[in-house]
């Protein structure tokens, strides 16, 4: 991913309560212990509303877990990349599962991260849109089938069959973009096992953000890296 060594796991809060205020900053804090002591490059993605409070308090990748297609100007509520990349962030996602936009829209993100500079990462349900969103060469692309988001099978064990041929498509298309995994991703092994399968790095949330011990949870994940 550019400017970002890998293999990378990148921690989405989303909007738990967990990572509410100042509880971001602190979620945050035990991301960059972790990557800091571990070596391994751990991005965080805090709720919109922290998201410049976080990423002037951290010294790890920190991404906006949403862009919208707009240019600064009239344009209330959005969130521009260009405001994203302002606000201090390393990078965005795009077209999360929970926030599905169209392919069009994907393209005009993208775009407009390409010129101010702003990695995007987007995420795909499936081979089929992994492959459309290649056409466009984002930074990187993180394929996550939504049937197993939050749930305790990791897709490297549910369906591991549509890493591997993300991987493959996507590079062919673009060899240059990262391709993650998500969905269900919880331990050292679920990583290990997806580095196996080709992809770059995880992408996960509740398995780190809800559980008793962060810090841990994460010393975990990057055991085997």
């Known amino acids: 991913m550019t400017k970002l060594q890998k293999p990378i796991i990148v921690v989405n809060f989303k909007v738990y309560r967990e990572a509410e205020g100042v509880k971001a900053l602190e979620m945050a804090k035990i991301c960059q212990f972790v990557s800091e002591t571990s070596g391994v490059t751990i991005a965080v993605c805090p709720p919109a509303a922290e998201l410049g409070y976080?990423?002037?308090?951290?010294?790890?990748?920190?991404?906006?877990?949403?862009?919208?297609?707009?240019?600064?100007?009239?344009?209330?509520?959005?969130?521009?990349?260009s405001l994203i990349k302002a606000a201090g962030a390393a990078g965005t996602l795009v077209n999360h599962s929970e926030h599905k936009i169209t392919l069009n829209a994907i393209a005009d993100i993208i775009r407009s991260c390409k010129e101010c500079g702003l990695p995007a990462v987007v995420c795909a349900?499936?081979?089929?849109?992994?492959?459309?969103?290649?056409?466009?060469?984002?930074?990187?692309?993180?394929v996550e089938p939504p049937e197993l988001i939050g749930g305790n099978i990791s897709v490297t064990d549910?369906?591991?069959?549509?890493?591997?041929?993300?991987?493959?498509?996507?590079?062919?298309?673009?060899?240059?973009?990262?391709v993650l995994c998500g969905a269900g991703i919880k331990t050292g092994a679920d990583v290990k096992r997806a580095l196996e399968l080709g992809a770059d790095?995880?992408?996960?949330?509740?398995?780190?953000?809800?559980?008793?011990?962060?810090?841990?949870?994460?010393?975990?994940?990057?055991k085997y890296l």
């Not at 920190?62 to 969130?79: C, E, L, R």
């Open 54 to 81: 976080v990423a002037r308090n951290v010294r790890i990748p920190v991404f906006s877990q949403n862009a919208d297609p707009y240019v600064p100007g009239p344009a209330t509520g959005w969130m521009p990349p």
């Open 125 to 142: 349900d499936s081979l089929k849109t992994a492959v459309k969103t290649a056409k466009y060469c984002p930074d990187a692309i993180a």
């Open 158 to 178: 549910a369906d591991p069959g549509v890493v591997e041929n993300t991987v493959k498509a996507v590079k062919e298309i673009d060899s240059s973009i990262s």
């Open 201 to 222: 790095g995880v992408l996960l949330s509740s398995g780190v953000v809800k559980a008793k011990d962060p810090r841990a949870v994460l010393a975990g994940l990057v």
